[in-house]
């Protein structure tokens, strides 16, 4: 089976710009989060989205948003970029078939906002 | 507040010696605790899971240990091997309505040396 993949892997941006970052989740898998993390903060969990429902939604402004396709494909936005959201964004999916469920990460986009 | 906690930051051992992580955790919903391997400039890469009702868990060269009244785990890599070199992150879940939201620790370098 091949993985989560997510695109691009790396973007530059300048503030004020917005971006679009693309996630494909494992077949078969209905949930996909989203983390960022960078040096500071670590790894923060930005959303989750299930059956193009967002069921769950950390502690990020409204600037951050994301959407789920019928086919699990998931993506997220981040609009108005400020500096501090350079970081390196990933992307996560779980087969959601029990209590108890591991997730699978993709590499991940760097984006860097100059 | 930092509800997961890895307080070393960084391990050095010897190849073919065994490798503890430590994870300490505060809050009691925590019912699924997971372990991570990530590489620089990739995503984490699942390694191994144990859900609150057990105590022990074990795959292959990897023992995750859960000491529920303590709140603690703890990762065992034995024996160790120099391709084992990465940062390792413990994370956990609520489970309930924290659906995909996994809360991770500040990950340690572990150096396995020749």
Known sequence: ?114 | DQQVKQNSPSLSVQEGRISILNCDYTNSMFDYFLWYKKYPAEGPTFLISISSIKDKNEDGRFTVFLNKSAKHLSLHIVPSQPGDSAVYFCAANAGGTSYGKLTFGQGTILTVHP
């Not at chain 1, 503030?15 to 040096?39: A, F, M, N």
């Open chain 1, 1 to 114: 089976k091949a993985g989560v993949t997510q695109t691009p892997r790396y973007l530059i941006k300048t503030r004020g710009q917005q971006v679009t970052l693309s996630c494909s989740p494992i077949s078969g898998h209905r949930s996909v989060s989203w983390y960022q993390q960078t040096p500071g903060q670590g790894l923060q969990f930005l959303f989750e989205y299930f059956s193009e429902t967002q069921r769950n939604k950390g502690n990020f402004p409204g600037r951050f948003s994301g959407r789920q396709f019928s086919n699990s494909r998931s993506e997220m936005n981040v609009s108005t970029l400020e500096l501090g959201d350079s970081a390196l964004y990933l992307c996560a999916s779980s087969p959601w078939t029990s209590t108890y469920n591991e997730q699978f990460f993709g590499p991940g986009t760097r984006l860097t906002v100059l």
